[in-house]
């Protein structure tokens, strides 16, 4: 039965030339078509005795069951080498190094605030965050600043064209001190019932605004206000308190500190508080670094205390100078231009 041992062989080969499924369909059809090789065999089978149509029959059969089988086998290797091209072709090369993308970092003068509030923290005094505008109440008169006393002209101040509910105008705050009586006037409500009340121990840095604009100033800068108020709280605590902040924040024991005498509305006695490095570039030159003083009776008033019980100090630093002095940077502008050249040096 040679003839049917060649159709087998030669159907293989012609499946196996195919290269593509629609080769393969097309080689298929001359088999197993209806004109197919295969077919005309099996329509053969009539002239055959029967007998003979047994065996030739069965012989038949075998070779279209091989001649299936190579087609399927065919078809399988067909598609596994469709899908492997496939898969080379999306393949993804994971050793390619990725896209670089810019690292962040903090702004010399948040990272400065942020030491602040680590500083203060750890002597126990709170964090607060206040309104950037201001009502008139808050950013002066609270503060014993009364109306249309000159020590108002001392902060050329920003006002907003829109009126509180006494209709004064709102202003951009001049400084953080409003914070003081936001701060105070909450925690003596909250404890209002209770006799006594835990002392006031807060700091409360954000952005202020003045009418100001040079090396050493910005329209915009940064205050940390602090207050501490108590039934024993005296000058000397702010002293101790202040020269620890500075010895920690410039992280030297080197440093000398003067408190000389100043004014401001809203406490009574009031110092400039100046440092003063013992070596360094800027040895032995004396910096202010805040305000401070007593907290004037008619403040503590206004923070809902009695004056003869409550007594302490506040002080207002300015976060923008420490950075200055910190990072040895002589024009504040630079901190506000976000040229990244200049900020990517402290990240
Ligand atoms: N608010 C004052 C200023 O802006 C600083 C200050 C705060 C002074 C607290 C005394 C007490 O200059």
Request: with cysteine; glycine share 8%.
């Amino acid at each position: 039965m040679n003839d049917l041992d060649d159709l087998v062989q030669s159907a293989e080969a012609d499946f196996a030339q195919a290269a593509t499924p629609a080769e393969l369909e097309n080689a298929k059809a001359r088999y197993l078509g209806k004109a197919g090789r295969v077919t005309e065999l099996l329509k053969g089978l009539i002239t055959l005795a029967a007998d003979e149509k047994k065996s030739r029959g069965a012989a038949i059969n075998q070779v279209k069951q091989h001649v299936e089988a190579a087609l399927v086998a065919r078809r399988q290797s067909l598609a596994d080498a469709d899908l492997e091209r496939q898969l080379q072709a999306e393949a993804l090369d994971v050793s390619l190094p990725g896209r670089q993308r810019g690292r962040g970092g903090l702004h010399p003068v948040s990272r400065v605030i942020e030491r602040i509030e680590a500083i203060f923290g750890s002597m126990g005094f709170e964090v607060a965050d206040g309104p950037e505008i201001e009502t008139d109440w808050t950013s002066f008169t609270a503060l014993n600043n009364p109306e249309n006393h000159p020590a108002r002209s001392m902060q050329d101040t920003f006002y907003v064209d829109m009126k509180d509910a006494q209709g004064r105008w709102l202003n951009l705050r001049p400084h953080t001190s409003p914070m003081q009586v936001r701060f105070a006037r909450a925690h003596a409500r909250k404890y209002a019932d209770c006799g006594a009340m835990p002392e006031i121990r807060v700091i409360a840095p954000g952005r202020t605004y003045r009418v100001d604009s040079d090396a050493t100033h910005s329209p915009m800068f940064h205050q940390c206000e602090g207050l501490w108020i108590g039934e024993n709280v005296s000058f000397k605590d702010l002293k101790v308190v202040f020269t620890d902040f500075c010895r920690s924040f410039f992280e030297t024991d080197d440093l000398r500190l003067r408190f000389r005498p100043s004014f401001f509305p809203f406490t009574e006695p009031s110092a400039e508080i100046d440092i003063a490095f013992s070596s360094g570039p800027l040895k032995g030159q004396w910096l202010e670094v805040a305000g401070s003083g007593q907290v004037h009776p008619n403040v503590v008033r206004n923070f809902g205390l009695d004056p003869e019980r409550y007594i302490g100090f506040a002080f207002g630093m300015g976060p923008d100078r420490l950075a200055m002095l910190r990072y040895g940077v002589n024009d504040l502008r630079l901190f506000f231009d976000n040229d990244l050249r200049f900020l990517a040096q402290f990240m």
